[in-house]
Structures are given as structure tokens and as C-alpha cells.
């Protein structure tokens, strides 16, 4: 029910995003919408070494799509680009504490890890083509 | 505060759909502007048509397959009657949309050309929208929009310059928003196009459910509504065209129904309304209609009006006196139809219809097809609540007492 949905954390995010805004010098930019709901979510990556040296996003939707990129944008910043394409959709709703969505509002909670796979798809195709074909084959959507 | 002379808790034993239980809590179906509810005696015309009468129409002379000649038709007289019409000006199509389609096809395209303005407004849904942008593409006809005011009234100023220019050809509105509710003096638009020599569409949508509508009294050329908004089944529509434009216009789909005679190289189509229902059209559903009809007949299209005024009225003054709630559309209800659509406080529309939903309460949150009209009012989206005949006055305080929980979970 709501109250296990609206938690204090998914609101602190929700109006206190981290990382949110534009990213100057970003190695690759994503958008995508969610078409229901008119969530919309844009990823700014900085990638050095193979590491995410910075991610922020901007958007605007619903509490769970705003909430849930900023989540993401913690959970990923730091580390080694690769490990977007095994991030799984379980455990991100379990990151941000949502196991229990509807059909509609799953989408809205997982449209930013899609942004941010497209994101590392085209960050290799624009800078290592090579290993880019087997990436984008090995990384399932969710 | 007037009382509805419509007895909703005793209307409602009429519609199977509440007994069921949506999280343990009765349905409160607030998303009546989308589709509406269905009661026994549409869907039980349905299975009779499917089990006494099932056959195809116009095409055989067996005792069966006149019986559903004969029910089609009465179908047809009924709407006729009900918009104060004759029979062969009423078309059959899947819904509004198709019926808007059609005239864009059948008659626009024909008798417009390039240059020639085609006048809506920013209420518009998209369906009154997107086939006239199709158009433009197609034979270079210019769109025009006529504006809304702060409180969702139509820039009336703008409309009359516009038609009086010269360089509007065509006019298509809606009656009723389905977003702001806001009804639309069509009468005064329709005299002034017409002293013009400029037909008008009218979007029936939203209105011919909800309030009297009679066609020779308005004198609109076209008028267009769905029978899913108001208790019959989905996959039906109409499209009402005063004879003299349906005479001229061409056929939209080409096939079995609309012709009287075909040879090798061209073919005599059938006359009024026939020449537009090419194919088996959706003949039970089309009977569906038809009681669906009789049903709103039974209570009358005066006291639903004053049975949404009512309710309209009592669920603005609750949302009103809520601090947090932002509300779209002109406030006095009899400049509106029951439909509301607001906003609460920093609670995004999705987030608001997934608490309502824990009390079992259906509304309407997003874009509401008509995302011109969200530019407009500079919002990405909006919660929708709207009214019928089954509503009652509990229900609207179950809905306002949902808007405060959301706002306790979400600390406003
Ligand atoms: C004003 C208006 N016009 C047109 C439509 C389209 O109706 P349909 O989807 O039945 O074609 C709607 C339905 O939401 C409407 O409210």
C-alpha cells in the first residue's frame, strides 16, 4: 500500500534529488520518456578509465521515476562502467525499497536504469566499437 | 446547494461492475470522462442479440437475419430521436475519433484547399486535433487556434475575429473539455460561422452524455460522440452530418454495404447513411447502444446534468476548501460539466491515482489526451475526477477524505 511505497526516503529523494542537473564535458547524454506517464529522464555520464567518474540527471515525472534516478545515480557513481550491463531490474526496485509495484508503476520506477543502459551502449559504441556488439549483447534491457 | 433528483444509490444496483472490490474497499469509479460503466439491461441486450438474433444485416432475406436488420435500425432511430435527428443522418463508426476521421477524409479534403483556414481550440482532445495537422500535410490547409482564458473559458473575441477573417473554411470544437469541463457557448459560435457561410464540427464527446443535445436546436452541420461515454459498449460511435453535407461527401471505406451495384471498373454506392458503413459493422453492439439509450431516456438528460451539477458543486466546495489543491476550469458548475481536474501540491498526478487506488478509487491522472491544453496551463500533467449518473455524494467524500491522506503520507 502507499505508506510502504512513500517512504521517508523516496520523498527525501524525490525533493532532495542527488545529482541532479546538467553535466558540463559529458561523455554521453541519454533521454528517454515514459509515454503513460510523461516521466522524463535524462543521463549525463563522465566515464575515465572505464569508471563513472560522474553521472547526474534531470528530469521530471512522478516521486517513484525522480526518486529512483537518484538513487541509481549514488549507486553507480564511482564505479566501473561494465557493471551497468548486470544490473538487474530486482535488484533496483530493491535498492530503492519498491518490490511491490503494479505493472504501470514499475516502468516509472525502472525507466532511469533503461536510460542509463542506453547510455553505456552508446558510450561504447562512440569510444570502444570493439567491445561494444558484445556489451550491448550481453546486457539485457532490465 | 440544490439536491440531484436522481436517487445514484439506488441507480447503482443497475451496474454489476459495484459489487466488485478494488483492495477490500467498493469501486468508486471516478473516470467517467474516459469510458463509463455498463448497466444490466446493455450488456443483457448484448448476450440476447448474440443468442436470439445473430446474424448478418442488410444481406439476407431469412426471418433471422431481418429480426437484426429490423434491431440495427431501431438502434438507429433511437440515437436519431435522442439528438433530435433523422435516421439517415446518423452514421455508425467506432467512435468519436473514426467519426472525426471520416469528416476530415470524406468532406474536408474534398471541399478545402490550400491556404484554407481550419479553426479548433486549445481544449481540443487530440483526436480534434491530429487528423487536421494530417490534413495540413496533405493538401496545405492552415491550422488556427482559438485560446482559453486563466479560468479555462474559450477567447470568444479571438474565435468571432477569426471566423469573421475570412480565412477560416472550417470550424471543429469540442462542446465540453474533457479536461477543464468548461461547455462551450456552441450555439452563439455555430450562428456566427454559419452568418459566415463556415460549417461547424462539433465534438460531442463530453456532452451528449452528460446534458440535453439536440442538433436542430444547436444547428451544428456535424456532431461526433462515442457510445462507450455514455453506458453503452466500446466500438461504437456516431457521426451526425445534416443530410445535404452527407449527400455530397465521398465514401471513407470502400466495400460490402455501401454499394448498390459493382461492375469490373466502378461501382454505384449505396445512398445515405449506408455509403459510409462499408462492411459488417459491430451490429450487437450497435443493439447495445440502443438500450443503452432507452436507460438515459428512463432518468432524462435534464436531471443527469443537474445530478453532475449537484455532485460538482459539492466536490469543488470540499477540494476548495483544501489549501493544498489547485483546480482547473471555471468554478461555477453550471459553466462545466463533472469533470475536475486538479492538482496537489507537489504530489505528481501518477503518484496521487496510485494512494486513491488503495481506497479503491479510480481517477484519471496524466495528459488526458490533450496535450496542447497541458502547454497551455504550463503543467506536465493533472489528476482527473469526473461524475455520472451513479456517483453519489459519499463517494465525492471518500475521494476528498483520499486527497487528505495523500496529503498526510506525502507530509504536505
Ligand atoms: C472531447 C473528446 N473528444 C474525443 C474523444 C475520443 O473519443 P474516442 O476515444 O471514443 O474516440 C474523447 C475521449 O476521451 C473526448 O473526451
Aim: with cysteine; proline share 4%; aromatic share 8%.
Amino acid at each position: 500500500m502507499s505508506d510502504d511505497i512513500y517512504r521517508e526516503i523516496i520523498l527525501d529523494h524525490y525533493r532532495n534529488p542527488r545529482n541532479k542537473g546538467k553535466l558540463e564535458n559529458a561523455d554521453v547524454t541519454v533521454h528517454d520518456s515514459n509515454p503513460l506517464c510523461g516521466d522524463e529522464i535524462d543521463i549525463h555520464l563522465k566515464v575515465d578509465g572505464g569508471v563513472i567518474s560522474d553521472v547526474k540527471f534531470e528530469g521530471k515525472g512522478c516521486a517513484i521515476s525522480q526518486a529512483s534516478a537518484s538513487m541509481l545515480t549514488e549507486l553507480v557513481m564511482g564505479k566501473d562502467l561494465k557493471i551497468v550491463k548486470d544490473l538487474k531490474k530486482e535488484e533496483i526496485l530493491e535498492n530503492i525499497g519498491l518490490t511491490n509495484l503494479g505493472p504501470a508503476r514499475i516502468k516509472c520506477a525502472l525507466l532511469s536504469l533503461k536510460v542509463l543502459k542506453v547510455g553505456m551502449v552508446k558510450y561504447y559504441s562512440e569510444n570502444d566499437p570493439q567491445s561494444a556488439e558484445q556489451i550491448s549483447s550481453e546486457s539485457s534491457l532490465y | 446547494m440544490q439536491r440531484s433528483i436522481v436517487n445514484s444509490y439506488e441507480l447503482r444496483n443497475d451496474f454489476p461492475i459495484f459489487r466488485k472490490k478494488i483492495n477490500g474497499k467498493d469501486l468508486v469509479y471516478l473516470d467517467n470522462a474516459s469510458t463509463t460503466q455498463k448497466p444490466y439491461t446493455v450488456i443483457e441486450s448484448i448476450t440476447d442479440f448474440y443468442s436470439n438474433y445473430n446474424s448478418n444485416i442488410h444481406r439476407a432475406v431469412y426471418q433471422l437475419a431481418e429480426e437484426a436488420t429490423k434491431m440495427y435500425e431501431q438502434s438507429r432511430e433511437k440515437i436519431a430521436n435522442f439528438i433530435n435527428a433523422r435516421p439517415e443522418e446518423i452514421i455508425f463508426t467506432r467512435n468519436t475519433t473514426e467519426s472525426i476521421n471520416l469528416i476530415a477524409h470524406s468532406w474536408a479534403r474534398l471541399n478545402l484547399k490550400k491556404d484554407d483556414g481550419v479553426a479548433i481550440t486549445e481544449i481540443e482532445h487530440h483526436s480534434n486535433i491530429v487528423p487536421w495537422q494530417i490534413l495540413s500535410q496533405e493538401i496545405g490547409t492552415r491550422l488556427e487556434y482559438v485560446g482559453i482564458d486563466e479560468n479555462g473559458f474559450l477567447d470568444l473575441e479571438h474565435m468571432i475575429e477569426l471566423i469573421s477573417s475570412k480565412k477560416i473554411k472550417l470550424v471543429s470544437l469540442s462542446h465540453m473539455s474533457n479536461v477543464l469541463g468548461t461547455i462551450v457557448p456552441i450555439e452563439r459560435i455555430i450562428r456566427i460561422a454559419h452568418a459566415n457561410g463556415i460549417p461547424v464540427i462539433v465534438d460531442g464527446a463530453q456532452s451528449v452524455p452528460h446534458m440535453p443535445v439536440n442538433v436542430k436546436n444547436m444547428d451544428c452541420d456535424f456532431l461526433v460522440f462515442s457510445a462507450h461515454k455514455m453506458l453503452g459498449p466500446t466500438g461504437v460511435g456516431v457521426l451526425y452530418a445534416k443530410k445535404e453535407y452527407l449527400d455530397k461527401m465521398k465514401p471513407f471505406l470502400g466495400g460490402g454495404d455501401m454499394i448498390k451495384e459493382v461492375f469490373k471498373f466502378h461501382t454505384n454506392y449505396n445512398e445515405v447513411p449506408y455509403k459510409f458503413e462499408a462492411g459488417t459493422p459491430n451490429i450487437a453492439d450497435v443493439v447495445g447502444f440502443g438500450a443503452a439509450i432507452e436507460y438515459l431516456e428512463k432518468i432524462g438528460m435534464e436531471n443527469i446534468r443537474k445530478h453532475e451539477i449537484y455532485l460538482t458543486d459539492y466536490a469543488l466546495e470540499s477540494m476548495l476548501s483544501l489549501k493544498y489543491v489547485t483546480i482547473y476550469g471555471p468554478r461555477d458548475p453550471k459553466d462545466r460539466g463533472g469533470v475536475i481536474s486538479f492538482n496537489i501540491a507537489d504530489i505528481h498526478p501518477h503518484d496521487l491515482a496510485t494512494i486513491m487506488n488503495d481506497h479503491g478509487i479510480a481517477i484519471r491522472s496524466g495528459h488526458h489526451c490533450a496535450q496542447v491544453l497541458m502547454q497551455r496551463l504550463d503543467v506536465p500533467a493533472t489528476s482527473r475526477a469526473s461524475f455520472y449518473i451513479y456517483n453519489t455524494k459519499e463517494e465525492i467524500d471518500k475521494f476528498v477524505n483520499a486527497i487528505k491522506e495523500a496529503g498526510r503520507i506525502f507530509k504536505i
